[in-house]
């Protein structure tokens, strides 16, 4: 299942993958809505009312954790979440990395203190289980998805 968020919801659709959800960001001037299969989901009231497919949301600016909670309990079984496959800013999967072939991307200090690495091929980004990871885990917890 692809979701395709309006670009209002920028900062929702970086979450989506980072839960391991295929997301795309809308801009507004071009929405197509040409995949039957999608989810929309809009910032915009305006938009949900106008746009002519069946699996649609509108996202009222809220917290982080309910909108996700929304979105999980309208269109996502747990076992379609998977945690850190996905990279957050270009939507590419993420590959496990030996920590030596990404030395020279990440601070000294990380390289000491964590062991498992993933990687984005596409645009670079390295992931490692750090503070980022506990805050999103803490997220991810107050939505519902339990780990
Ligand atoms: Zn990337």
Redesign the pocket.
């Known amino acids: 299942m692809k979701f395709y968020l309006d670009n209002m919801l920028t900062r929702v659709a970086k979450w989506l993958r980072l839960m391991g959800i295929d997301t795309t960001i809308m801009q507004t001037t071009d929405t197509v809505l040409n995949d039957p299969q999608g989810v929309y989901i809009t910032g915009s009231i305006k938009h949900y009312l106008n746009w002519p497919v069946e699996r649609k949301l509108y996202l009222e600016e809220d917290q982080i954790n309910q909108q996700l909670n929304l979105i999980l309990l309208k269109f996502l079984s747990p076992e379609e979440i998977r945690p850190f496959s996905r990279?957050?800013?270009?939507?590419?999967k993420?590959t496990a990395i030996d920590k030596e072939q990404i030395r020279a991307l990440i601070p000294g200090r990380v390289a000491e203190n964590f062991k498992s690495f993933k990687y984005?091929?596409?645009?670079?980004?390295v992931y490692w289980q750090g503070s980022h990871f506990d805050r999103i885990n803490a997220v991810f917890r107050k939505s519902g998805i339990a780990k």
């Open positions: 990279c957050s800013i270009c939507n590419a993420l984005c091929q596409s645009c670079r980004k």
